[in-house]
Protein backbone atom coordinates (compact mmCIF):
# COMPACT_ATOMS: atom_id res chain seq x y z
CA UNK A 1 0.00 0.00 0.00
CA UNK A 2 3.06 2.31 1.31
CA UNK A 3 4.33 1.92 -2.39
CA UNK A 4 1.84 2.63 -4.30
CA UNK A 5 0.87 5.74 -2.53
CA UNK A 6 4.54 6.96 -2.92
CA UNK A 7 4.03 6.34 -6.66
CA UNK A 8 1.55 9.22 -6.24
CA UNK A 9 2.09 12.80 -7.34
CA UNK A 10 2.81 14.77 -4.26
CA UNK A 11 -0.81 16.60 -4.39
CA UNK A 12 -2.04 13.30 -4.43
CA UNK A 13 -0.39 11.62 -1.63
CA UNK A 14 -1.16 14.58 0.26
CA UNK A 15 -4.82 13.57 -0.51
CA UNK A 16 -4.65 9.87 0.43
CA UNK A 17 -2.69 11.12 3.75
CA UNK A 18 -5.20 13.66 4.85
CA UNK A 19 -8.15 11.49 4.09
CA UNK A 20 -6.84 7.94 5.04
CA UNK A 21 -10.06 6.39 7.28
CA UNK A 22 -6.86 4.70 9.55
CA UNK A 23 -3.87 6.92 11.12
CA UNK A 24 -0.88 7.80 9.03
CA UNK A 25 2.18 9.46 10.59
CA UNK A 26 5.44 10.21 9.02
CA UNK A 27 8.48 10.16 11.72
CA UNK A 28 12.43 10.49 11.16
CA UNK A 29 14.01 7.55 11.90
CA UNK A 30 14.42 7.96 15.24
CA UNK A 31 10.72 8.06 15.77
CA UNK A 32 10.05 11.76 16.06
CA UNK A 33 6.76 13.02 14.14
CA UNK A 34 7.00 14.87 11.43
CA UNK A 35 3.71 15.12 10.48
CA UNK A 36 0.08 13.26 11.63
CA UNK A 37 -3.04 12.66 9.60
CA UNK A 38 -6.55 13.67 11.15
CA UNK A 39 -7.57 10.09 11.73
CA UNK A 40 -4.58 9.36 13.87
CA UNK A 41 -5.27 12.59 15.85
CA UNK A 42 -8.94 11.73 16.32
CA UNK A 43 -7.39 8.22 17.37
CA UNK A 44 -5.61 9.86 20.24
CA UNK A 45 -7.87 12.96 20.90
CA UNK A 46 -5.16 15.28 20.69
CA UNK A 47 -4.29 17.77 18.39
CA UNK A 48 -1.36 18.03 15.72
CA UNK A 49 0.08 20.57 17.11
CA UNK A 50 0.97 18.53 20.49
CA UNK A 51 1.90 15.50 18.90
CA UNK A 52 4.28 16.51 15.78
CA UNK A 53 8.05 17.16 17.59
CA UNK A 54 7.46 14.35 20.14
CA UNK A 55 8.26 10.84 20.13
CA UNK A 56 6.39 8.11 18.87
CA UNK A 57 7.49 6.11 21.86
CA UNK A 58 6.15 8.61 24.46
CA UNK A 59 2.79 7.82 23.14
CA UNK A 60 3.10 4.28 24.04
CA UNK A 61 1.52 2.36 26.85
CA UNK A 62 4.22 2.06 29.22
CA UNK A 63 3.53 -0.85 29.93
CA UNK A 64 4.55 -2.00 26.08
CA UNK A 65 7.04 0.31 25.77
CA UNK A 66 9.82 -2.05 25.47
CA UNK A 67 8.01 -4.14 22.67
CA UNK A 68 7.62 -1.03 20.38
CA UNK A 69 11.13 0.18 20.89
CA UNK A 70 12.56 -3.14 20.15
CA UNK A 71 10.24 -3.74 17.19
CA UNK A 72 12.01 0.33 16.03
CA UNK A 73 15.35 -1.10 16.67
CA UNK A 74 14.28 -4.21 14.31
CA UNK A 75 12.99 -1.67 11.32
CA UNK A 76 16.05 0.37 11.41
CA UNK A 77 18.31 -2.78 11.32
CA UNK A 78 16.77 -4.07 7.91
CA UNK A 79 14.96 -1.37 6.28
CA UNK A 80 13.72 -3.27 3.49
CA UNK A 81 11.69 -5.26 5.76
CA UNK A 82 8.55 -3.38 6.57
CA UNK A 83 7.78 -3.71 10.78
CA UNK A 84 4.15 -4.92 11.97
CA UNK A 85 3.26 -5.59 15.46
CA UNK A 86 0.02 -4.91 18.06
CA UNK A 87 1.19 -1.81 20.61
CA UNK A 88 -0.99 0.34 22.76
CA UNK A 89 -1.45 3.77 22.65
CA UNK A 90 -2.25 6.60 25.65
CA UNK A 91 -5.36 9.16 24.71
CA UNK A 92 -5.42 12.48 26.10
CA UNK A 93 -7.71 11.24 28.90
CA UNK A 94 -5.14 8.84 29.88
CA UNK A 95 -7.17 6.08 28.16
CA UNK A 96 -5.28 2.72 26.42
CA UNK A 97 -5.92 1.96 22.72
CA UNK A 98 -4.92 -1.30 21.16
CA UNK A 99 -3.65 -0.62 17.56
CA UNK A 100 -2.18 -2.60 14.74
CA UNK A 101 1.22 -0.39 13.50
CA UNK A 102 2.77 -1.31 10.53
CA UNK A 103 5.68 0.82 9.81
CA UNK A 104 8.18 1.11 6.30
CA UNK A 105 11.20 2.61 5.73
CA UNK A 106 10.98 5.56 2.87
CA UNK A 107 13.78 6.76 1.31
CA UNK A 108 14.89 10.06 0.46
CA UNK A 109 12.39 11.73 -2.00
CA UNK A 110 13.38 13.30 -5.32
CA UNK A 111 11.59 16.98 -3.90
CA UNK A 112 14.16 16.75 -1.29
CA UNK A 113 12.08 14.99 1.56
CA UNK A 114 14.65 13.21 3.89
CA UNK A 115 14.66 9.49 4.50
CA UNK A 116 12.08 9.12 6.95
CA UNK A 117 9.22 6.12 8.39
CA UNK A 118 5.69 5.89 7.21
CA UNK A 119 3.14 4.47 9.77
CA UNK A 120 -0.07 3.38 9.61
CA UNK A 121 -1.90 2.91 12.73
CA UNK A 122 -5.56 0.72 12.86
CA UNK A 123 -7.47 0.62 16.00
CA UNK A 124 -8.28 -2.74 16.87
CA UNK A 125 -10.30 -2.55 20.10
CA UNK A 126 -13.16 -4.35 18.05
CA UNK A 127 -11.40 -7.22 17.43
CA UNK A 128 -9.63 -7.45 20.90
CA UNK A 129 -12.88 -7.18 22.45
CA UNK A 130 -14.05 -9.72 20.16
CA UNK A 131 -10.85 -12.07 20.51
CA UNK A 132 -11.69 -11.58 24.37
CA UNK A 133 -15.04 -13.16 24.05
CA UNK A 134 -13.70 -15.78 22.15
CA UNK A 135 -10.99 -16.82 24.64
CA UNK A 136 -13.66 -16.23 27.45
CA UNK A 137 -15.80 -18.62 26.12
CA UNK A 138 -13.52 -21.70 25.57
CA UNK A 139 -12.45 -21.16 28.94
CA UNK A 140 -16.10 -20.99 30.76
CA UNK A 141 -19.06 -23.10 30.99
CA UNK A 142 -21.81 -21.31 28.85
CA UNK A 143 -24.67 -22.05 31.02
CA UNK A 144 -23.41 -21.16 34.73
CA UNK A 145 -20.77 -19.47 33.40
CA UNK A 146 -17.79 -20.96 36.09
CA UNK A 147 -14.17 -22.08 34.42
CA UNK A 148 -14.63 -25.23 32.44
CA UNK A 149 -12.76 -28.36 33.31
CA UNK A 150 -9.92 -26.48 30.58
CA UNK A 151 -9.64 -23.54 33.15
CA UNK A 152 -9.72 -25.85 36.10
CA UNK A 153 -7.11 -27.68 35.54
CA UNK A 154 -4.66 -24.69 34.52
CA UNK A 155 -5.67 -23.28 37.60
CA UNK A 156 -4.86 -26.23 39.70
CA UNK A 157 -1.48 -26.59 37.78
CA UNK A 158 -1.20 -22.85 38.69
CA UNK A 159 -1.67 -23.58 42.68
CA UNK A 160 0.48 -26.84 42.65
CA UNK A 161 3.26 -24.65 41.21
CA UNK A 162 2.73 -21.77 44.06
CA UNK A 163 2.67 -24.64 46.40
CA UNK A 164 5.95 -25.83 44.89
CA UNK A 165 7.48 -22.69 45.63
CA UNK A 166 6.21 -21.37 48.83
CA UNK A 167 5.88 -24.73 50.04
CA UNK A 168 2.07 -24.49 50.60
CA UNK A 169 -0.70 -26.51 50.61
CA UNK A 170 -3.45 -27.35 47.81
CA UNK A 171 -6.92 -29.04 47.95
CA UNK A 172 -9.38 -29.99 45.33
CA UNK A 173 -12.93 -30.37 46.09
CA UNK A 174 -15.25 -31.99 44.09
CA UNK A 175 -19.19 -32.17 44.29
CA UNK A 176 -21.24 -33.98 42.46
CA UNK A 177 -24.90 -33.14 42.51
CA UNK A 178 -27.56 -36.36 44.18
CA UNK A 179 -30.42 -37.21 42.29
CA UNK A 180 -29.76 -34.36 39.31
CA UNK A 181 -31.37 -36.84 36.48
CA UNK A 182 -34.39 -37.34 38.70
CA UNK A 183 -34.85 -33.39 37.87
CA UNK A 184 -34.42 -33.63 34.67
CA UNK A 185 -36.32 -36.56 33.95
CA UNK A 186 -39.21 -35.81 36.41
CA UNK A 187 -39.44 -31.52 35.31
CA UNK A 188 -37.23 -31.37 32.41
CA UNK A 189 -34.14 -30.38 31.72
CA UNK A 190 -34.90 -26.59 31.59
CA UNK A 191 -35.36 -26.76 35.11
CA UNK A 192 -32.40 -29.15 35.85
CA UNK A 193 -30.43 -26.18 33.91
CA UNK A 194 -32.30 -23.68 36.19
CA UNK A 195 -30.50 -25.74 39.34
CA UNK A 196 -27.32 -25.96 37.71
CA UNK A 197 -27.00 -22.17 37.33
CA UNK A 198 -28.49 -21.65 40.88
CA UNK A 199 -26.25 -24.15 42.53
CA UNK A 200 -23.30 -22.70 40.56
CA UNK A 201 -24.42 -19.03 42.17
CA UNK A 202 -24.59 -20.71 45.51
CA UNK A 203 -20.88 -21.38 44.90
CA UNK A 204 -19.76 -18.09 43.94
CA UNK A 205 -21.36 -17.03 47.51
CA UNK A 206 -19.29 -19.38 49.26
CA UNK A 207 -15.78 -19.41 48.34
CA UNK A 208 -12.81 -17.14 48.63
CA UNK A 209 -11.29 -14.88 46.28
CA UNK A 210 -8.44 -16.95 45.81
CA UNK A 211 -10.61 -20.06 45.19
CA UNK A 212 -11.59 -21.69 41.56
CA UNK A 213 -15.07 -23.05 41.25
CA UNK A 214 -15.16 -25.05 37.89
CA UNK A 215 -18.29 -26.71 36.29
CA UNK A 216 -16.48 -29.79 35.04
CA UNK A 217 -19.59 -31.29 33.28
CA UNK A 218 -22.78 -32.59 33.51
CA UNK A 219 -23.46 -32.17 37.53
CA UNK A 220 -20.05 -32.56 38.52
CA UNK A 221 -18.36 -29.27 39.88
CA UNK A 222 -14.95 -28.64 41.50
CA UNK A 223 -13.09 -26.16 43.51
CA UNK A 224 -9.36 -25.56 43.66
CA UNK A 225 -8.10 -24.10 46.88
CA UNK A 226 -4.56 -22.44 47.19
CA UNK A 227 -2.61 -22.54 50.39
CA UNK A 228 -5.12 -24.47 51.91
CA UNK A 229 -4.53 -27.04 54.50
CA UNK A 230 -7.12 -30.12 54.47
CA UNK A 231 -8.78 -29.24 57.52
CA UNK A 232 -9.24 -25.71 56.38
CA UNK A 233 -11.13 -27.67 52.77
CA UNK A 234 -13.21 -29.54 55.37
CA UNK A 235 -14.66 -26.25 57.18
CA UNK A 236 -15.63 -25.43 53.37
CA UNK A 237 -17.34 -28.65 52.30
CA UNK A 238 -19.39 -28.20 55.60
CA UNK A 239 -20.34 -25.04 54.49
CA UNK A 240 -21.24 -26.00 51.10
CA UNK A 241 -23.22 -28.88 52.79
CA UNK A 242 -25.17 -26.25 54.74
CA UNK A 243 -26.18 -24.24 51.52
CA UNK A 244 -27.19 -27.56 49.88
CA UNK A 245 -29.86 -28.50 52.62
CA UNK A 246 -31.47 -24.77 51.99
CA UNK A 247 -33.95 -25.58 49.34
CA UNK A 248 -34.07 -23.68 45.63
CA UNK A 249 -36.98 -21.78 44.74
CA UNK A 250 -37.35 -21.54 40.88
CA UNK A 251 -40.03 -20.89 38.52
CA UNK A 252 -42.59 -21.20 41.62
CA UNK A 253 -41.28 -24.80 42.75
CA UNK A 254 -39.58 -25.62 45.74
CA UNK A 255 -36.46 -27.80 44.57
CA UNK A 256 -33.89 -29.73 47.54
CA UNK A 257 -30.56 -31.23 46.50
CA UNK A 258 -27.99 -33.17 48.08
CA UNK A 259 -24.31 -33.42 47.40
CA UNK A 260 -21.32 -35.75 47.64
CA UNK A 261 -18.17 -34.24 48.40
CA UNK A 262 -14.68 -35.24 48.39
CA UNK A 263 -11.35 -33.21 49.13
CA UNK A 264 -8.09 -34.25 47.48
CA UNK A 265 -4.78 -33.51 49.22
CA UNK A 266 -1.27 -32.16 47.48
CA UNK A 267 1.25 -30.50 50.52
CA UNK A 268 3.55 -27.76 49.41
CA UNK A 269 6.89 -28.56 48.06
CA UNK A 270 5.72 -31.43 45.44
CA UNK A 271 6.53 -30.70 41.64
CA UNK A 272 2.65 -30.43 40.19
CA UNK A 273 3.43 -33.58 37.17
CA UNK A 274 3.50 -35.67 40.34
CA UNK A 275 0.93 -34.63 42.43
CA UNK A 276 -1.87 -33.40 39.74
CA UNK A 277 -3.29 -36.29 38.52
CA UNK A 278 -3.24 -37.93 42.03
CA UNK A 279 -5.11 -34.81 43.85
CA UNK A 280 -7.86 -34.95 41.48
CA UNK A 281 -8.44 -38.37 41.78
CA UNK A 282 -8.17 -38.50 45.23
CA UNK A 283 -10.91 -36.04 45.78
CA UNK A 284 -12.79 -38.21 42.91
CA UNK A 285 -12.74 -41.26 44.94
CA UNK A 286 -13.71 -39.70 48.29
CA UNK A 287 -16.92 -38.15 46.47
CA UNK A 288 -17.80 -41.07 45.16
CA UNK A 289 -16.99 -42.89 48.48
CA UNK A 290 -19.23 -40.14 50.18
CA UNK A 291 -21.85 -41.00 47.68
CA UNK A 292 -22.07 -44.83 48.33
CA UNK A 293 -22.47 -43.83 52.37
CA UNK A 294 -25.22 -41.41 51.48
CA UNK A 295 -27.26 -43.72 49.34
CA UNK A 296 -26.29 -46.35 51.95
CA UNK A 297 -27.86 -44.18 54.78
CA UNK A 298 -30.71 -43.48 52.35
CA UNK A 299 -32.18 -47.11 52.29
CA UNK A 300 -31.74 -47.44 56.28
Not at 172 to 187: P, Q, R, S
Request: aromatic share 4%; net charge negative; hydrophobic share 40%.
Amino acid sequence: MIEVVDALPPADRRSVFANAPMGVVLTTPDAVLIDVNPAFCSLLDRHAEELVGRSVHDLVDPEAALGTREQHAALLADPSRPMRHETRLVRADGSIVPVQVTASWVEETPEGQPAHLVIIVEDITERKALEAQLVHRSLHDPLTGLPNRLLFQDRLWHALERGRREQTPTCVVIMDLDGFKAINDELGHPMGDLVLVSFADRLRSILRASDTAARLGGDEFAIVCENTHRADAEVLVDRLREAATMPLQLSGQEISIGISIGIGWAPGGEEPTDVHEQVVRAADDAMYADKARRRAERRR
